[in-house]
């Protein structure tokens, strides 16, 4: 009891807040209804310049108390100016973006009822976006359940939710709040004096991730990285400071340690060596010849269209780009390729489009690279209307800041997977995404989970995103073969797994010795499987129509796609297709002409397509309908025409009709 009369909280639910107003009325309600009523909601404003405090005082409920600091003096002042305030005998964090669960103060309380030696319970968190859309869960929140997981998780990284601990107040205000990484330095000096920690496995919270956010502003100042060095290094400062030596300690300096020599190591060894490895291995002659190159075809570049990718060898993707330029090659564009093609494959379809260049040494030389880009950037920058379209390459986002306003940015993505730890360079660019006009997928799949990205990174995809399908070039008829033909077209690479279909091919082989066709397309031969034939690579496209025609089944084994090309030509020849659920596989193919395996796990998926390929070489009726169905569904929906109208509009119109 603090004054005659007066009965002190139980619970002191300590809120700070800096120009809140958009999310305050909802992080305030969330607390006003929590089931568990022995609280006292305070609202520490460090010095909001919107209408945060206009929105406090609207509400009468006496338990709600403001504290205001008059001017901004920074998260830690506004926590300890909250510490010293508190009249509760717990202390419940709570940030005024975010909302509380019904129950958590009611499941926190009861949880530290039933283990007094615990100081301070934590929960699971849930990350929403602005529109309150649950985009994913804390990363470490699985991994860190019981106490001895967060101890041995505490050196190397934060595994504890400010916003979801409920603590014991006299034991915080031992120790209050310090700069850097704030709830994380307080964290490991409490555990460094053996106060113990409790976490309930199920979501109390609802964090909201937002680029105003506390959080989020700092993230965006400085590195993740860099703030676990900094914090780290204060932490061990302030305790070898008063003479403390444990083995929490030891184990933070091992971890600072490694975070630090990764540091280093990503941000000036790799990109040292790798500049010293380009000056070395660049030929001084094949850069000025890039570089003549270069400003020759600038010189004569007439149009107002600059198309961007990595290679301009075989491939599926490389293929696309070649029908893309070709939409329009009448308005003389001109085509940089970035990267070191595998091969030419292609590479007569590009320069058929507009004017060819070459430059992955020019682009990449350390003592080249920039003034390429300016040269480049100065070229587009001259334009009356520019369009910049970029598929594959850095590149693209890379000139786009140096662009003049109104210049076109459209960025072609074939396949994209959303990882809410994971998807970093896309991130990186994230802050450019005013500057892009249209995101074009060529995959459904890939377009839903770019958007989950966006809308996860409080970015509206609205009028940003747009899907277009591709097309093929020539379709075949139906054909009978006296043996089932299978097929794999792609380059051995990790996610197409060529690996697992000659594994298929084995096992097939070993059952009935040539009673089956096997094809490989776009490698060499593999040692071992003197039963495959390998075509190696086709860019001829009427020989790549011809060698589908003269199989039956395409089989695809990869573990991430889009929609693959490879599908396309192969149903516009009339063959079935075996594929693992990829991309847009499952939705974009029926039961009438593919056959779609339950998982891309290695084991399970071979199994099935054992099974499948054992079946229709026995009903070989069904097979011919099922390649007739697909013939019929290929003319149907890869239509060509329809391609080259679509880009043709988004290429051509001053605003995007697509």
Same mark, same amino acid.
């Given at each position: 009891?603090?004054?005659?009369?007066?009965?002190?909280?139980?619970?002191?639910?300590?809120?700070?807040?800096?120009?809140?107003?958009?999310?305050?009325?909802?992080?305030?309600?969330?607390?006003?209804?929590?089931?568990?009523?022995?609280?006292?909601?305070?609202?520490?404003?460090?010095?909001?310049?919107?209408?945060?405090?206009?929105?406090?005082?609207?509400?009468?409920?006496?338990?709600?108390?403001?504290?205001?600091?008059?001017?901004?003096?920074?998260?830690?002042?506004?926590?300890?100016?909250?510490?010293?305030?508190?009249?509760?005998?717990?202390?419940?964090?709570?940030?005024?973006?975010?909302?509380?669960?019904?129950?958590?103060?009611?499941?926190?309380?009861?949880?530290?009822?039933?283990?007094?030696?615990?100081?301070?319970?934590?929960?699971?968190?849930?990350?929403?976006?602005?529109?309150?859309?649950?985009?994913?869960?804390?990363?470490?929140?699985?991994?860190?359940?019981?106490?001895?997981?967060?101890?041995?998780?505490?050196?190397?990284?934060?595994?504890?939710?400010?916003?979801?601990?409920?603590?014991?107040?006299?034991?915080?205000?031992?120790?209050?709040?310090?700069?850097?990484?704030?709830?994380?330095?307080?964290?490991?000096?409490?555990?460094?004096?053996?106060?113990?920690?409790?976490?309930?496995?199920?979501?109390?919270?609802?964090?909201?991730?937002?680029?105003?956010?506390?959080?989020?502003?700092?993230?965006?100042?400085?590195?993740?990285?860099?703030?676990?060095?900094?914090?780290?290094?204060?932490?061990?400062?302030?305790?070898?400071?008063?003479?403390?030596?444990?083995?929490?300690?030891?184990?933070?300096?091992?971890?600072?340690?490694?975070?630090?020599?990764?540091?280093?190591?990503?941000?000036?060894?790799?990109?040292?060596?790798?500049?010293?490895?380009?000056?070395?291995?660049?030929?001084?002659?094949?850069?000025?010849?890039?570089?003549?190159?270069?400003?020759?075809?600038?010189?004569?570049?007439?149009?107002?269209?600059?198309?961007?990718?990595?290679?301009?060898?075989?491939?599926?993707?490389?293929?696309?780009?070649?029908?893309?330029?070709?939409?329009?090659?009448?308005?003389?564009?001109?085509?940089?390729?970035?990267?070191?093609?595998?091969?030419?494959?292609?590479?007569?379809?590009?320069? !058929?489009?507009? $004017? %060819?260049?070459?430059?992955?040494? +020019?682009?990449?030389?350390?003592?080249?690279? @920039?003034?390429? /880009?300016? =040269?480049?950037?100065?070229?587009?920058?001259?334009?009356?209307?520019?369009?910049?379209?970029?598929?594959?390459?850095?590149?693209?986002?890379?000139?786009?800041?140096?662009?003049?306003?109104?210049?076109?940015?459209?960025?072609?993505?074939?396949?994209?997977?959303?990882?809410?730890?994971?998807?970093?360079?896309?991130?990186?660019?994230?802050?450019?995404?005013?500057?892009?006009?249209?995101?074009?997928?060529?995959?459904?799949?890939?377009?839903?989970?770019?958007?989950?990205?966006?809308?996860?990174?409080?970015?509206?995809?609205?009028?940003?995103?747009?899907?277009?399908?591709?097309?093929?070039?020539?379709?075949?008829?139906?054909?009978?073969?006296?043996?089932?033909?299978?097929?794999?077209?792609?380059?051995?690479? !990790?996610?197409? $797994? %060529?690996?697992?279909?000659?594994? +298929?091919?084995?096992?097939?082989?070993?059952? @009935?010795?040539? /009673?089956? =066709?096997?094809?490989?397309?776009?490698?060499?031969?593999?040692?071992?499987?003197?039963?495959?034939?390998?075509?190696?690579?086709?860019?001829?496209?009427?020989?790549?129509?011809?060698?589908?025609?003269?199989?039956?089944?395409?089989?695809?084994?990869?573990?991430?796609?889009?929609?693959?090309?490879?599908?396309?030509?192969?149903?516009?020849?009339?063959?079935?297709?075996?594929?693992?659920?990829?991309?847009?596989?499952?939705?974009?193919?029926?039961?009438?002409?593919?056959?779609?395996?339950?998982?891309?796990?290695?084991?399970?998926?071979?199994?099935?397509?054992?099974?499948?390929?054992?079946?229709?070489?026995?009903?070989?009726?069904?097979?011919?309908?099922?390649?007739?169905?697909?013939?019929?569904?290929?003319?149907?929906?890869?239509? %060509?025409?329809?391609?080259?109208?679509?880009?043709?509009?988004?290429?051509?119109?001053?605003?995007?009709?697509?």
């Amino acid at each position: 009891m603090s004054d005659a009369g007066h009965i002190a909280p139980q619970v002191t639910v300590l809120m700070p807040v800096y120009n809140a107003a958009r999310f305050l009325r909802e992080a305030i309600d969330s607390v006003l209804a929590q089931s568990f009523k022995d609280f006292e909601l305070l609202v520490v404003d460090d010095g909001s310049i919107d209408d945060s405090v206009a929105i406090v005082n609207t509400y009468s409920d006496p338990r709600i108390r403001l504290v205001e600091l008059g001017r901004n003096r920074g998260l830690v002042a506004a926590l300890n100016t909250g510490l010293d305030a508190a009249e509760g005998e717990f202390i419940a964090r709570m940030d005024a973006d975010d909302v509380m669960h019904p129950d958590r103060l009611a499941i926190q309380m009861a949880y530290l009822s039933e283990h007094p030696d615990i100081d301070v319970v934590a929960a699971f968190v849930e990350h929403i976006n602005t529109r309150g859309e649950v985009m994913g869960a804390w990363s470490t929140d699985r991994a860190t359940i019981t106490e001895a997981q967060i101890r041995a998780m505490m050196p190397r990284t934060n595994c504890i939710a400010h916003p979801t601990v409920l603590m014991r107040t006299t034991v915080v205000r031992r120790y209050r709040y310090q700069g850097g990484i704030e709830d994380w330095d307080l964290w490991l000096r409490m555990l460094s004096r053996g106060h113990r920690f409790g976490k309930i496995p199920r979501p109390l919270v609802r964090y909201r991730i937002h680029p105003t956010s506390i959080m989020g502003d700092l993230k965006a100042q400085v590195p993740l990285e860099m703030r676990l060095i900094r914090s780290r290094r204060e932490f061990l400062l302030h305790e070898w400071g008063h003479f403390r030596f444990s083995a929490l300690h030891i184990a933070v300096l091992k971890a600072q340690a490694r975070t630090r020599a990764r540091w280093i190591r990503d941000r000036w060894v790799i990109p040292f060596l790798r500049g010293i490895k380009r000056l070395v291995t660049y030929s001084p002659v094949a850069l000025l010849r890039e570089q003549r190159m270069l400003k020759k075809a600038l010189a004569a570049w007439r149009g107002r269209h600059v198309f961007t990718f990595s290679y301009l060898s075989t491939g599926g993707a490389e293929s696309v780009h070649a029908d893309i330029m070709d939409t329009v090659a009448d308005q003389h564009p001109l085509i940089l390729v970035t990267g070191f093609s595998r091969d030419n494959g292609n590479a007569e379809r590009f320069a !058929g489009s507009g $004017r %060819l260049v070459e430059i992955p040494r +020019l682009l990449h030389h350390p003592f080249t690279a @920039a003034a390429a /880009r300016a =040269r480049i950037v100065r070229a587009i920058n001259g334009k009356e209307n520019p369009v910049l379209f970029g598929s594959n390459t850095d590149h693209f986002f890379a000139w786009l800041p140096f662009l003049r306003p109104g210049t076109r940015a459209i960025q072609l993505i074939h396949a994209f997977l959303y990882q809410p730890n994971g998807n970093r360079k896309h991130k990186a660019w994230s802050a450019l995404f005013p500057l892009v006009e249209r995101y074009v997928f060529v995959a459904r799949q890939a377009m839903t989970e770019f958007n989950t990205f966006l809308r996860a990174n409080n970015l509206d995809p609205t009028s940003k995103t747009v899907f277009i399908p591709n097309a093929v070039h020539r379709s075949g008829s139906v054909r009978k073969h006296d043996r089932m033909g299978l097929v794999f077209v792609g380059r051995d690479s !990790g996610e197409k $797994r %060529l690996h697992l279909f000659l594994d +298929l091919c084995a096992q097939l082989d070993r059952l @009935a010795p040539g /009673r089956l =066709r096997y094809t490989v397309v776009g490698t060499g031969p593999v040692p071992g499987h003197p039963f495959v034939t390998f075509r190696g690579h086709v860019t001829d496209q009427t020989t790549l129509a011809e060698i589908y025609a003269e199989h039956d089944a395409l089989v695809l084994t990869s573990e991430r796609e889009g929609f693959p090309m490879v599908i396309m030509e192969a149903m516009a020849q009339g063959l079935v297709i075996i594929s693992t659920p990829v991309g847009d596989v499952p939705q974009r193919t029926s039961t009438d002409f593919a056959v779609i395996t339950s998982s891309i796990e290695p084991v399970l998926m071979t199994a099935e397509m054992f099974q499948a390929v054992n079946d229709l070489d026995a009903d070989r009726q069904r097979l011919q309908r099922m390649k007739e169905a697909a013939l019929v569904h290929a003319r149907r929906e890869f239509d %060509l025409n329809a391609f080259r109208e679509r880009y043709r509009s988004l290429l051509m119109s001053p605003a995007s009709s697509t």
